[in-house]
Protein backbone atom coordinates (compact mmCIF):
# COMPACT_ATOMS: atom_id res chain seq x y z
CA UNK A 1 0.00 0.00 0.00
CA UNK A 2 2.29 3.06 0.84
CA UNK A 3 5.09 1.18 1.04
CA UNK A 4 6.87 3.47 -1.51
CA UNK A 5 5.86 6.21 0.42
CA UNK A 6 7.78 5.04 3.36
CA UNK A 7 10.79 3.84 1.65
CA UNK A 8 10.90 7.79 1.35
CA UNK A 9 10.61 8.45 5.44
CA UNK A 10 14.00 7.39 5.83
CA UNK A 11 16.70 10.18 7.37
CA UNK A 12 18.80 10.36 4.87
CA UNK A 13 18.94 13.52 3.49
CA UNK A 14 16.51 14.80 5.66
CA UNK A 15 17.03 18.19 7.32
CA UNK A 16 17.69 17.78 10.92
CA UNK A 17 17.58 19.24 14.61
CA UNK A 18 19.60 17.28 17.31
CA UNK A 19 18.90 17.93 21.12
CA UNK A 20 20.78 16.83 23.87
CA UNK A 21 20.51 17.78 27.77
CA UNK A 22 22.77 17.44 30.73
CA UNK A 23 21.44 15.58 34.17
CA UNK A 24 23.39 16.12 36.86
CA UNK A 25 23.94 12.46 37.37
CA UNK A 26 24.71 11.39 33.67
CA UNK A 27 27.60 9.41 33.73
CA UNK A 28 29.03 10.37 30.12
CA UNK A 29 30.09 13.92 28.77
CA UNK A 30 26.85 15.35 27.56
CA UNK A 31 28.03 17.82 25.49
CA UNK A 32 30.62 15.02 23.80
CA UNK A 33 28.00 12.79 23.34
CA UNK A 34 25.65 15.36 21.14
CA UNK A 35 28.98 15.59 19.10
CA UNK A 36 28.72 11.92 18.74
CA UNK A 37 25.14 12.30 18.14
CA UNK A 38 25.97 14.43 15.14
CA UNK A 39 28.24 11.86 13.78
CA UNK A 40 25.66 9.46 14.12
CA UNK A 41 23.15 11.57 12.54
CA UNK A 42 25.57 12.50 9.29
CA UNK A 43 26.09 8.76 8.92
CA UNK A 44 22.66 7.71 8.56
CA UNK A 45 22.95 10.36 5.54
CA UNK A 46 20.96 13.37 7.65
CA UNK A 47 21.49 17.10 6.90
CA UNK A 48 22.10 18.72 10.24
CA UNK A 49 20.87 22.16 9.86
CA UNK A 50 20.58 22.89 14.02
CA UNK A 51 21.19 21.64 17.88
CA UNK A 52 19.69 22.20 20.62
CA UNK A 53 20.94 21.71 24.47
CA UNK A 54 19.18 21.99 27.71
CA UNK A 55 20.45 22.00 30.99
CA UNK A 56 18.11 20.19 33.75
CA UNK A 57 17.87 19.03 36.81
CA UNK A 58 15.77 16.11 36.28
CA UNK A 59 13.80 15.23 33.03
CA UNK A 60 10.35 16.51 31.68
CA UNK A 61 7.74 13.83 31.97
CA UNK A 62 5.77 15.21 29.87
CA UNK A 63 8.30 16.39 27.13
CA UNK A 64 11.33 15.14 28.21
CA UNK A 65 13.19 18.64 27.55
CA UNK A 66 11.36 21.37 29.16
CA UNK A 67 7.80 22.96 28.01
CA UNK A 68 9.84 26.26 26.69
CA UNK A 69 12.24 24.44 25.20
CA UNK A 70 9.76 22.34 22.92
CA UNK A 71 8.34 25.85 22.11
CA UNK A 72 11.78 27.15 20.97
CA UNK A 73 12.15 23.60 19.50
CA UNK A 74 9.20 24.13 17.43
CA UNK A 75 9.90 28.02 15.80
CA UNK A 76 13.49 26.28 15.41
CA UNK A 77 12.06 23.53 13.11
CA UNK A 78 9.68 25.93 11.12
CA UNK A 79 12.24 28.46 10.57
CA UNK A 80 15.06 25.65 9.76
CA UNK A 81 12.39 23.56 7.88
CA UNK A 82 13.50 20.69 9.23
CA UNK A 83 11.57 17.20 8.74
CA UNK A 84 13.36 15.10 11.86
CA UNK A 85 14.42 16.03 15.37
CA UNK A 86 16.88 13.93 16.78
CA UNK A 87 17.08 13.02 20.26
CA UNK A 88 20.43 12.20 21.51
CA UNK A 89 18.46 10.13 24.54
CA UNK A 90 15.69 7.49 24.86
CA UNK A 91 12.27 8.81 24.84
CA UNK A 92 9.38 7.48 25.75
CA UNK A 93 6.78 6.84 23.44
CA UNK A 94 4.10 9.07 24.98
CA UNK A 95 7.08 11.84 25.22
CA UNK A 96 7.87 11.13 21.47
CA UNK A 97 4.29 11.68 20.56
CA UNK A 98 4.22 14.70 22.91
CA UNK A 99 6.88 16.79 20.81
CA UNK A 100 5.76 15.68 17.78
CA UNK A 101 2.10 17.42 18.48
CA UNK A 102 4.20 20.50 19.40
CA UNK A 103 6.77 20.50 16.72
CA UNK A 104 4.32 18.98 13.61
CA UNK A 105 7.64 17.07 12.56
CA UNK A 106 9.11 13.64 12.60
CA UNK A 107 10.91 12.84 16.19
CA UNK A 108 12.97 9.67 16.86
CA UNK A 109 15.55 9.06 19.67
CA UNK A 110 19.07 8.03 19.69
CA UNK A 111 18.42 4.14 20.01
CA UNK A 112 15.98 4.61 16.43
CA UNK A 113 18.69 6.22 14.77
CA UNK A 114 20.99 4.01 15.39
CA UNK A 115 18.98 0.85 14.49
CA UNK A 116 18.38 2.94 11.03
CA UNK A 117 21.98 2.92 10.72
CA UNK A 118 22.30 -0.61 11.29
CA UNK A 119 19.55 -1.10 8.76
CA UNK A 120 20.35 0.49 5.63
CA UNK A 121 24.51 -1.15 6.70
CA UNK A 122 23.35 -4.63 7.00
CA UNK A 123 24.36 -6.39 4.35
CA UNK A 124 24.73 -10.09 5.23
CA UNK A 125 22.03 -12.19 5.82
CA UNK A 126 23.10 -12.50 9.47
CA UNK A 127 23.20 -9.13 9.94
CA UNK A 128 20.08 -8.21 8.41
CA UNK A 129 18.38 -10.65 10.42
CA UNK A 130 19.86 -9.43 14.22
CA UNK A 131 18.89 -5.63 13.03
CA UNK A 132 15.57 -6.54 12.02
CA UNK A 133 14.92 -8.21 15.44
CA UNK A 134 16.21 -5.40 17.10
CA UNK A 135 13.84 -2.85 15.43
CA UNK A 136 10.96 -4.91 16.15
CA UNK A 137 11.58 -5.03 19.81
CA UNK A 138 12.02 -1.63 20.33
CA UNK A 139 9.00 -0.82 18.06
CA UNK A 140 6.52 -2.90 18.49
CA UNK A 141 5.95 -1.63 22.26
CA UNK A 142 5.84 1.67 20.89
CA UNK A 143 3.55 0.55 18.16
CA UNK A 144 0.26 2.14 20.60
CA UNK A 145 1.73 5.18 21.75
CA UNK A 146 3.08 6.53 17.83
CA UNK A 147 -0.56 5.40 16.41
CA UNK A 148 -2.56 8.60 16.98
CA UNK A 149 0.45 10.83 14.79
CA UNK A 150 0.79 8.08 11.81
CA UNK A 151 -2.52 8.76 10.89
CA UNK A 152 -1.75 12.41 10.74
CA UNK A 153 1.27 11.86 9.23
CA UNK A 154 0.40 11.84 5.46
CA UNK A 155 1.79 8.47 3.35
CA UNK A 156 3.12 6.96 6.64
CA UNK A 157 2.95 2.83 5.65
CA UNK A 158 3.13 -0.12 8.24
CA UNK A 159 4.46 -3.41 8.17
CA UNK A 160 7.51 -5.20 9.56
CA UNK A 161 10.93 -6.12 8.53
CA UNK A 162 14.33 -4.66 8.24
CA UNK A 163 14.23 -1.22 5.98
CA UNK A 164 10.61 -1.50 6.07
CA UNK A 165 9.52 -0.88 9.75
CA UNK A 166 13.39 0.49 9.02
CA UNK A 167 12.37 4.27 7.67
CA UNK A 168 12.84 5.96 11.23
CA UNK A 169 9.36 7.62 12.40
CA UNK A 170 7.18 4.94 10.22
CA UNK A 171 5.98 3.17 13.38
CA UNK A 172 2.91 1.75 11.85
CA UNK A 173 -0.30 2.31 9.37
CA UNK A 174 -3.33 3.29 11.23
CA UNK A 175 -5.46 2.04 14.49
CA UNK A 176 -7.59 -0.13 12.92
CA UNK A 177 -4.59 -2.04 11.63
CA UNK A 178 -2.81 -1.98 15.52
CA UNK A 179 -4.25 -5.62 16.33
CA UNK A 180 -3.60 -7.14 13.53
CA UNK A 181 0.28 -5.51 13.25
CA UNK A 182 0.83 -6.30 16.69
CA UNK A 183 0.27 -10.04 15.87
CA UNK A 184 2.41 -10.10 12.74
CA UNK A 185 5.41 -8.60 14.48
CA UNK A 186 4.93 -11.18 17.32
CA UNK A 187 5.02 -13.84 14.53
CA UNK A 188 7.75 -12.14 12.84
CA UNK A 189 9.33 -12.06 16.16
CA UNK A 190 8.98 -15.31 17.03
CA UNK A 191 10.37 -16.78 13.64
CA UNK A 192 13.20 -14.20 13.73
CA UNK A 193 14.52 -15.46 16.85
CA UNK A 194 14.40 -19.10 15.77
CA UNK A 195 16.77 -18.20 12.53
CA UNK A 196 19.31 -16.28 14.82
CA UNK A 197 19.21 -19.16 17.19
CA UNK A 198 20.22 -21.10 14.14
CA UNK A 199 22.95 -19.00 13.20
CA UNK A 200 24.30 -18.58 16.71
CA UNK A 201 24.02 -22.85 17.37
CA UNK A 202 26.04 -22.77 13.81
CA UNK A 203 28.64 -20.34 15.21
CA UNK A 204 29.18 -22.00 18.43
CA UNK A 205 30.25 -24.80 16.21
CA UNK A 206 32.60 -23.30 14.14
CA UNK A 207 34.38 -21.32 16.86
CA UNK A 208 34.84 -24.33 19.32
CA UNK A 209 36.13 -26.06 16.10
CA UNK A 210 38.75 -23.75 15.85
CA UNK A 211 39.39 -24.31 19.58
CA UNK A 212 43.13 -25.97 19.02
CA UNK A 213 44.05 -22.15 17.87
CA UNK A 214 44.69 -19.33 19.40
CA UNK A 215 41.96 -17.02 18.73
CA UNK A 216 42.51 -13.06 18.82
CA UNK A 217 39.22 -10.99 18.83
CA UNK A 218 39.73 -6.87 17.59
CA UNK A 219 36.95 -5.23 19.70
CA UNK A 220 36.30 -1.42 20.72
CA UNK A 221 34.23 1.88 19.63
CA UNK A 222 33.40 2.21 15.80
CA UNK A 223 35.57 3.95 14.09
CA UNK A 224 38.49 3.29 16.07
CA UNK A 225 40.93 1.29 13.19
CA UNK A 226 39.77 -2.29 14.00
CA UNK A 227 39.58 -2.98 10.39
CA UNK A 228 42.34 -0.76 9.52
CA UNK A 229 44.35 -3.32 11.91
CA UNK A 230 43.23 -6.26 10.47
CA UNK A 231 44.26 -5.31 7.19
CA UNK A 232 47.87 -4.24 8.49
CA UNK A 233 48.15 -7.57 10.13
CA UNK A 234 46.61 -9.80 7.71
CA UNK A 235 45.58 -9.76 4.14
CA UNK A 236 42.10 -9.68 5.10
CA UNK A 237 40.96 -6.98 2.48
CA UNK A 238 38.17 -5.96 4.57
CA UNK A 239 36.40 -2.76 3.98
CA UNK A 240 37.70 0.50 5.59
CA UNK A 241 35.91 4.16 6.21
CA UNK A 242 35.75 7.01 8.40
CA UNK A 243 32.01 6.47 9.32
CA UNK A 244 30.23 5.01 12.28
CA UNK A 245 29.61 1.40 11.59
CA UNK A 246 31.75 0.54 8.62
CA UNK A 247 31.39 -3.28 9.86
CA UNK A 248 28.63 -4.87 10.86
CA UNK A 249 30.01 -8.40 10.53
CA UNK A 250 32.63 -10.16 11.71
CA UNK A 251 35.77 -11.66 9.41
CA UNK A 252 38.14 -13.93 10.77
CA UNK A 253 41.53 -14.67 8.81
CA UNK A 254 44.97 -16.64 10.02
CA UNK A 255 47.62 -13.84 11.31
CA UNK A 256 50.83 -15.23 10.91
CA UNK A 257 53.15 -14.39 13.62
CA UNK A 258 56.67 -15.52 12.29
CA UNK A 259 58.18 -19.10 13.61
CA UNK A 260 55.98 -21.06 12.29
CA UNK A 261 53.60 -19.50 15.11
CA UNK A 262 49.73 -17.97 13.72
CA UNK A 263 46.60 -16.98 15.36
CA UNK A 264 43.06 -16.90 14.25
CA UNK A 265 42.52 -12.95 13.77
CA UNK A 266 38.54 -11.75 14.00
CA UNK A 267 37.42 -8.57 12.94
CA UNK A 268 33.90 -7.27 14.69
CA UNK A 269 31.27 -4.77 14.62
CA UNK A 270 32.44 -1.79 16.70
CA UNK A 271 30.49 -0.31 19.93
CA UNK A 272 28.79 2.62 20.83
CA UNK A 273 27.93 4.93 23.67
CA UNK A 274 24.47 3.44 24.37
CA UNK A 275 23.87 1.07 22.19
CA UNK A 276 20.62 -0.06 21.93
CA UNK A 277 20.43 -3.54 24.25
CA UNK A 278 17.94 -5.31 21.83
CA UNK A 279 20.80 -4.51 19.18
CA UNK A 280 23.69 -5.83 21.38
CA UNK A 281 21.18 -9.11 22.33
CA UNK A 282 20.41 -9.40 18.46
CA UNK A 283 24.23 -9.05 17.31
CA UNK A 284 25.59 -11.65 19.98
CA UNK A 285 26.27 -14.29 17.03
CA UNK A 286 28.12 -11.91 15.49
CA UNK A 287 29.87 -11.48 18.36
CA UNK A 288 30.48 -15.14 19.19
CA UNK A 289 34.12 -14.64 18.12
CA UNK A 290 34.92 -12.10 20.93
CA UNK A 291 32.66 -14.22 23.56
CA UNK A 292 35.21 -17.15 22.96
CA UNK A 293 38.76 -15.48 21.80
CA UNK A 294 41.89 -16.36 23.41
CA UNK A 295 42.23 -12.97 23.21
CA UNK A 296 40.79 -9.21 23.07
CA UNK A 297 43.00 -6.69 21.13
CA UNK A 298 40.90 -3.84 22.74
CA UNK A 299 41.39 -1.15 20.06
CA UNK A 300 40.96 2.71 21.35
CA UNK A 301 41.30 5.45 19.26
CA UNK A 302 43.90 7.69 20.92
CA UNK A 303 43.60 10.74 18.70
CA UNK A 304 39.84 11.16 20.16
CA UNK A 305 39.06 14.12 22.89
CA UNK A 306 36.78 11.04 23.89
CA UNK A 307 39.22 8.19 23.88
CA UNK A 308 38.97 7.63 27.97
CA UNK A 309 34.64 7.31 27.71
CA UNK A 310 34.74 4.96 24.99
CA UNK A 311 37.25 2.90 26.31
CA UNK A 312 34.80 2.93 29.04
CA UNK A 313 31.76 2.41 26.90
CA UNK A 314 33.19 -0.55 25.63
CA UNK A 315 34.49 -1.99 28.41
CA UNK A 316 30.31 -1.71 29.76
CA UNK A 317 29.31 -3.65 26.65
CA UNK A 318 31.98 -6.38 27.20
CA UNK A 319 30.60 -7.12 30.60
CA UNK A 320 26.85 -7.18 29.45
CA UNK A 321 28.47 -10.22 26.54
CA UNK A 322 30.37 -11.43 29.56
CA UNK A 323 33.65 -11.23 28.20
CA UNK A 324 34.93 -8.94 31.30
CA UNK A 325 37.43 -11.88 32.53
CA UNK A 326 39.16 -12.43 29.11
CA UNK A 327 42.82 -11.67 28.85
CA UNK A 328 42.96 -8.46 27.06
CA UNK A 329 45.16 -6.17 25.61
CA UNK A 330 44.68 -2.56 24.55
CA UNK A 331 46.10 -0.44 21.99
CA UNK A 332 46.10 3.06 21.65
CA UNK A 333 46.04 3.67 18.31
CA UNK A 334 45.92 6.59 15.33
CA UNK A 335 49.51 7.58 17.35
CA UNK A 336 50.37 8.89 14.26
CA UNK A 337 48.03 11.75 14.53
CA UNK A 338 48.46 12.62 18.24
CA UNK A 339 50.82 15.72 17.81
CA UNK A 340 51.17 16.59 21.66
CA UNK A 341 53.25 13.85 23.46
CA UNK A 342 51.79 15.00 26.63
CA UNK A 343 48.02 13.91 25.11
CA UNK A 344 49.95 10.36 24.78
CA UNK A 345 51.41 10.26 28.41
CA UNK A 346 47.75 11.26 29.80
CA UNK A 347 46.30 8.69 28.35
CA UNK A 348 49.30 6.14 28.73
CA UNK A 349 49.20 7.69 32.47
CA UNK A 350 45.13 6.37 32.55
CA UNK A 351 45.74 2.98 30.41
CA UNK A 352 48.91 1.89 31.87
CA UNK A 353 49.57 -1.50 29.92
CA UNK A 354 48.16 -0.34 26.40
CA UNK A 355 50.64 -0.50 23.61
CA UNK A 356 50.99 2.88 21.29
CA UNK A 357 49.90 1.72 17.80
CA UNK A 358 49.56 2.87 14.46
CA UNK A 359 47.30 0.95 11.94
CA UNK A 360 47.92 3.30 9.30
CA UNK A 361 51.72 3.45 9.39
CA UNK A 362 52.70 -0.02 11.05
CA UNK A 363 54.20 2.18 14.33
CA UNK A 364 53.80 -0.23 17.19
CA UNK A 365 52.95 -3.02 14.83
CA UNK A 366 56.21 -5.26 15.55
CA UNK A 367 55.77 -4.69 19.61
CA UNK A 368 52.07 -6.06 19.25
CA UNK A 369 53.12 -9.17 17.55
CA UNK A 370 55.91 -10.18 19.97
CA UNK A 371 53.57 -9.58 22.65
CA UNK A 372 50.29 -11.98 20.98
CA UNK A 373 53.60 -14.19 20.28
CA UNK A 374 54.31 -14.62 24.06
CA UNK A 375 51.21 -15.09 24.60
CA UNK A 376 50.31 -17.85 21.62
CA UNK A 377 53.72 -19.35 22.39
CA UNK A 378 55.02 -18.87 25.53
CA UNK A 379 58.80 -17.50 25.84
CA UNK A 380 60.87 -19.13 23.73
CA UNK A 381 64.07 -21.65 24.95
CA UNK A 382 66.14 -23.79 22.70
CA UNK A 383 66.03 -27.59 23.26
CA UNK A 384 67.20 -31.28 21.58
CA UNK A 385 64.06 -33.46 21.91
CA UNK A 386 64.60 -37.24 21.49
CA UNK A 387 60.79 -38.23 19.37
CA UNK A 388 60.55 -41.44 17.55
CA UNK A 389 60.07 -42.09 14.07
CA UNK A 390 56.83 -43.53 13.94
CA UNK A 391 55.37 -40.53 15.57
CA UNK A 392 54.82 -38.04 12.76
CA UNK A 393 52.44 -36.05 14.63
CA UNK A 394 54.93 -35.04 17.33
CA UNK A 395 57.53 -34.30 14.46
CA UNK A 396 54.80 -32.14 12.15
CA UNK A 397 53.51 -30.58 15.11
CA UNK A 398 57.34 -29.88 15.85
CA UNK A 399 57.71 -28.54 11.92
CA UNK A 400 54.80 -26.24 12.28
CA UNK A 401 54.95 -24.74 15.84
CA UNK A 402 59.12 -24.84 16.46
CA UNK A 403 62.52 -22.94 14.76
CA UNK A 404 64.08 -26.26 14.10
CA UNK A 405 67.80 -25.52 13.46
CA UNK A 406 69.40 -29.18 13.23
CA UNK A 407 68.32 -32.86 13.33
CA UNK A 408 69.89 -36.43 14.37
CA UNK A 409 68.74 -39.59 13.09
CA UNK A 410 69.52 -42.80 14.91
CA UNK A 411 67.54 -45.98 14.34
CA UNK A 412 64.42 -45.09 15.59
CA UNK A 413 64.31 -42.06 16.72
CA UNK A 414 64.78 -38.67 16.06
CA UNK A 415 66.64 -35.82 18.12
CA UNK A 416 65.62 -32.43 16.86
CA UNK A 417 67.61 -29.56 18.26
CA UNK A 418 65.00 -26.44 18.57
CA UNK A 419 63.60 -23.70 19.79
CA UNK A 420 60.45 -23.40 21.29
CA UNK A 421 57.60 -21.35 23.17
CA UNK A 422 56.65 -22.93 26.44
CA UNK A 423 53.50 -23.31 25.54
CA UNK A 424 54.13 -25.55 22.71
CA UNK A 425 56.29 -27.32 24.29
CA UNK A 426 53.49 -28.22 27.35
CA UNK A 427 51.24 -28.66 24.98
CA UNK A 428 53.99 -31.22 22.52
CA UNK A 429 54.81 -33.32 26.22
CA UNK A 430 51.42 -33.59 27.35
CA UNK A 431 50.25 -34.98 24.17
CA UNK A 432 53.18 -37.28 23.28
CA UNK A 433 54.75 -38.58 26.66
CA UNK A 434 57.01 -40.38 24.50
CA UNK A 435 59.09 -37.34 23.80
CA UNK A 436 62.21 -36.88 25.56
CA UNK A 437 63.93 -33.49 26.42
CA UNK A 438 67.43 -34.46 26.14
CA UNK A 439 68.94 -31.32 26.86
CA UNK A 440 68.35 -27.30 27.32
CA UNK A 441 71.05 -26.36 25.59
CA UNK A 442 71.58 -26.72 21.88
CA UNK A 443 75.19 -28.34 21.81
CA UNK A 444 75.06 -32.28 22.73
CA UNK A 445 72.02 -33.95 21.55
CA UNK A 446 72.31 -37.50 23.51
N1 LIG B 1 45.67 8.43 10.94
C1 LIG B 1 45.21 7.22 11.20
N2 LIG B 1 44.00 6.86 10.77
C2 LIG B 1 43.56 5.62 11.06
C3 LIG B 1 44.35 4.68 11.78
N3 LIG B 1 43.63 3.55 11.91
C4 LIG B 1 42.46 3.76 11.29
N4 LIG B 1 42.40 5.00 10.77
C5 LIG B 1 41.28 5.60 10.00
O1 LIG B 1 40.14 5.61 10.86
C6 LIG B 1 38.94 5.39 10.09
C7 LIG B 1 38.18 4.22 10.64
O2 LIG B 1 38.92 3.05 10.47
P1 LIG B 1 38.25 1.60 10.45
O3 LIG B 1 39.38 0.62 10.38
O4 LIG B 1 37.18 1.50 9.44
O5 LIG B 1 37.62 1.59 11.90
P2 LIG B 1 36.76 0.43 12.59
O6 LIG B 1 37.18 0.38 14.02
O7 LIG B 1 36.85 -0.83 11.82
O8 LIG B 1 35.31 1.08 12.51
P3 LIG B 1 33.85 0.36 12.41
O9 LIG B 1 33.95 -0.81 11.53
O10 LIG B 1 33.02 1.46 11.89
O11 LIG B 1 33.49 0.01 13.82
C8 LIG B 1 39.42 5.17 8.65
O12 LIG B 1 39.29 6.40 7.97
C9 LIG B 1 40.87 4.78 8.81
O13 LIG B 1 41.65 5.11 7.68
C10 LIG B 1 45.66 5.12 12.23
O14 LIG B 1 46.42 4.40 12.88
N5 LIG B 1 46.02 6.37 11.92
MG1 LIG C 1 35.46 -1.90 10.84
Known sequence: MENDQRQQIGVASERAILVGIELPDSPFDSRQSLRELLALAESAGTDVVSSIFQRRYRIDPKYFIGRGKVEELAAKVEAEEAQVVIFD???????????EDVCKCKVIDRSELILDIFANRARTHEARLQVEL??????????RGMWKHLERIAGAGGGTGA??????????????????????????????KREIAAIGRRKVRQVSAR?????????????????????????????????LFATL?????RWSLGGGNEALLSDTVGF????????????????????????????????????MEQYKAVCRVLEDLGCEGHRTLVLLNKIDLISERADLQVL????????????????????LVERVLDMVAGPTQRLTLRIRMSDGRAIAFLEHRAEVLERHYTNSSVDMDVKIGSVHLSRLLANHPETQVMTETSSGSA
Request: aromatic share 2%; glycine share 8%.
Open 89 to 99: DDLSPAQLREV
Open 134 to 143: AQLEYTAPRL
Open 163 to 192: GVVGGVGTRGPGERQIEIDRRIVKRRITQL
Open 211 to 243: EDQFNVSLVGYTNAGKSTLMNCLTDAGVHVEDR
Open 249 to 253: DTKTR
Open 272 to 307: VQRLPHHLVASFRATLEEAIHADLLLHVVDGSSPAA
Open 348 to 367: QHQLPDALPVSARTGVGVTE
